[in-house]
């Protein structure tokens, strides 16, 4: 009964699968909603801002002192201010530090907080999506989106809008101490910016377009493995003897791949040639224009004051000129970090976007689980997987389950019947007609009231990491020791549990204690007794137990059906026969209905199923021959 994730073309999956999607432009919906989620910190958010730009500003106090000290400390030969400026420059890079601190701090705080807001909104919009978004969508993408995209917003914060405001103060205040210090050398200096603000811009372009490249092979590479290292597809090529080809291919990508990184390593060589060389070559030539300006030839000397006046000048311009070509670079890449945040808070809105198909509907009421009788119908129910789908899957379905009584869904594989069963607890809605709990339309009561009216047991069971205590518990919060210890004695796993190492404290689940197919049936059996819920939903489980453990679930199932209304999509011949009437369904319809011996009178597709899959059933034949205890089987759940 696994659902057969196929996703609608109108569904989820198109929207989400697409491995590449086209990359989606930033618009100020994005911004402002971006900015949105900022804002319960605009606080933090200010004080950073204004520790960025100061300690921007503080940048170039001490290329200042350096031109005091030389014109000044050392020019006039005053030692005392010497002694002032470095004082200075001294103290200005301590305040610069604890301001830097201070400011990651805060960075830190908002990021993650930030970070845990989309988080919980995330998760518990996720919670609240309809089951078809889970099954339309690679299990791996909703973690990612939880897990990678969010974690990226933290570097948004840190990085890209830090990064902003602090090359953008720091390429200003230095723009502005250069010019004050002499305009034709900061005109020489800027004059050379736009070579070098071009060739940035052309190798970012070839970087990036040559890392995307990369990411690409990487992920097809790392696809190739997991799809053809996997145990089935060995077992193809194995079966297939595609070894060779399949070499050939990898060979192939790996031979892709090598070709690209070498060019991106390249291409950053050169980059950093041209910034070195660059660096070194700017400041000579400030040094011969200074030198022009102050004894080229045609001008008088200078006095040892007026000489030193120039060098420290030059010594300051230079220093500050240093610290100018690298935010302009940053500042340039800006638009492509900003483009991959907004890409990530997309992602992320994308998902808090998606409609909650199955929600309460205004006004919604309560079913009451203490009271509910538990009578079951369907009204000609016709329902879709997906709109596109032309033939629906289930077509005009009626039946009633009365409170209390058992309900036997057979059928051929993909007739429908699990479908069936989905559309109770409103895990889809129907598409037409409805579905009524003791005349209420289930679309009309709250979901939360449905999910305590209704038990499922499903063919899978799950178990949480987690105790079996907690497991169990999982039903009932509030249920006693010995409620708990009552509910696995009916389910027949208690005794199970106790010789367990740790009883009821044993760990169980995904890398627990294994426990078996069937004692794990059982505890699914117990957690479901423990909820007590009125209405019972069975998904038999088809694999096959040994005898012993077919019995247990047997008389487990049996306890549990007592007194509920139950819908069982039924693998078990005991089921069948103790089953108060028979939904035979076909291609999305109920084609007979009655006990078994009505529908073996008939001898249509009933009859026909039951010879073919029941006839093998060990305990038929022992059944058949006593007829009677197939009446004491119905009685017991009339009862
Ligand atoms: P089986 O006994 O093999 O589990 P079933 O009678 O329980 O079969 P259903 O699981 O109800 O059958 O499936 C009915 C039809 O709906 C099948 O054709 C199936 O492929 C299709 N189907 C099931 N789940 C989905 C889904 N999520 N999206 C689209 N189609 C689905």
Known sequence: MMMRGTGGGRGYGRLLNTPEKPERKADAKTVRRVAASFKPYWREVLVVLLAIMLTGVLGIVNPYMLKFSISIGFGQQRFNLLAIFVAVMVVTPIISSLIGIGQTYLNAVIGQRVMRDLRNKLYTHLQHMPLKFFTDTRTGEIQSRLSNDIGGVQSVVTDTATSIVSNVTIALSTIIGMLALSWQLTLLSLGLLPLFLWLTYRVGNVRRSISKDTQESLADLTAMVEETLSVSGVLLTKTFGRQRQQIAKFDQENEHLVGLQIRQQMVGRWFFAFISTFFSITPALVYLLAGYMAFGPGRPPMNGKQLADVVGTLVAFTTLQSRLYF??????????QLQGAFALFDRIFEYLDM???????????????ATVSGDVRFNDVTFRYSPDLERPTLDNVSFEVKPGQLTALVGPSGAGKTTITYLVPRLWDVES??????????????????????????????LFHATIRENLLYAKPEASQEELEAAA???????????????YDT???ERGYKLSGGEKQRIAIARV????ARILILDEATSALDTHSERLIQAALEDLMQNRTTIAIAHRLSTILAANQILVVNAGRIVERGTHAELMEQDGLYAKLYREQFSLQPELDAVDEQASEVGELQELVLD
């Open 507 to 509: 760990v169980v689940g």
């Open 489 to 503: 004695k009916a389910a027949a796993i208690h005794e199970r549990i106790m010789e367990l190492p740790e009883g």
């Open 433 to 462: 007609g409805s579905v009524t709990i003791d005349g209420h339309d289930v679309r009309d009561v709250t979901l939360e009231s449905l999910g305590e009216t209704i038990g499922v047991v499903t063919q899978e069971t799950y």
């Open 355 to 369: 409609p909650l198909d199955i929600t309460d509907k205004p006004g919604a009421v309560p079913l009451d689980p």
């Open 327 to 336: 935010p302009i670079g940053q500042l340039l890449n800006v638009q492509v």
């Open 529 to 532: 007794i423990l909820k007590d």
